[in-house]
Antibody
Framework: EVQLVESGGVIVHPGGSLRLSCAAS????????MHWVRQPPGKGLEWVSL????????YYSDSVRGRFTVSRDNSKNSLFLQMNSLRAEDTALYYC?????????????????WGQGTLVTVSS | DIVMTQSPDSLAVSLGERATINCKSS????????????LAWYQQKPGQPPKLLIS???TRESGVPARFSGSGSGTDFTLTISSLQAEDVAVYSC?????????FGQGTKLEIK
């Protein structure tokens, strides 16, 4: 069974830093690009970042570029999101999600499946 | 950025009736080289992560009931539930993956009338 389990979400002060993790299992992790998507409480979904299968290509939304860094460790089947200079508007449930395209070195840009999410709260 | 706009924001439909949700993109998400629409639909039930229902505007994912269908091309898309079941109560969101940043509609909350 494919599983994605996020962790690392906590309450953090504005300006602080946090590292989220996503542990993958049930599939060949390095066959797939991966994404982070977030959802503020009671609001809609916002794509945050994409990383290619080997970590060689990354993309970010404008709202996080320069503050967040996505990375992966294929030897540990893990995805990470380093979040710096956090703002109140970064408060959200952060999901990791797999890109469905397998083994081509590319990606489609939609998301399947998703983890359960980890909650990041930025508040003083 | 491509802006995705859904209508309506909320919808109440009787059990067994048809539910229709619309999604409009601010620019075409049809890629001319392969004639594919880069549009997905998700279902999100309370307390759960989104679940992919439809990709490429009209391709139903494995295990998704046949009452769910997607249609449209270019900038205008529709998700239809042909006969609403109680378990379909959820928020439905469209998403374009034509280009980064990938963007979602604001979501449509579907309830039972």
């Amino acid at each position: 069974e494919v599983q994605l389990v996020e962790s690392g979400g906590v309450i953090v002060h504005p300006g602080g830093s946090l590292r989220l993790s996503c542990a993958a299992s049930g599939f060949t992790f390095d066959d797939y690009a991966m994404h982070w998507v977030r959802q503020p409480p009671g609001k809609g979904l916002e794509w945050v970042s994409l990383i290619s299968w080997d970590g060689g290509t990354t993309y970010y939304s404008d709202s996080v570029r320069g503050r967040f860094t996505v990375s992966r460790d294929n030897s540990k089947n893990s995805l990470f999101l380093q979040m710096n200079s956090l703002r109140a508007e970064d408060t959200a449930l952060y999901y990791c999600a797999r890109d469905p395209l397998r083994g081509t070195g590319s990606w489609t840009g939609y998301f399947d499946p998703w983890g359960q999410g980890t909650l990041v709260t930025v508040s003083s | 950025d491509i802006v995705m706009t859904q209508s309506p924001d909320s919808l109440a439909v009787s059990l067994g009736e048809r539910a229709t949700i619309n999604c409009k993109s601010s620019q075409s998400v049809l890629y001319s080289s392969n004639n594919k629409n880069y549009l997905a639909w998700y279902q999100q039930k309370p307390g759960q992560p989104p679940k992919l229902l439809i990709s490429w505007a009209s391709t139903r994912e494995s295990g998704v009931p046949a009452r769910f269908s997607g249609s449209g091309s270019g900038t205008d898309f529709t998700l239809t539930i042909s006969s609403l079941q109680a378990e379909d109560v959820a928020v439905y969101s469209c998403q374009q993956y034509y280009t980064t940043p990938y963007t979602f509609g604001q979501g449509t909350k579907l309830e039972i009338k």
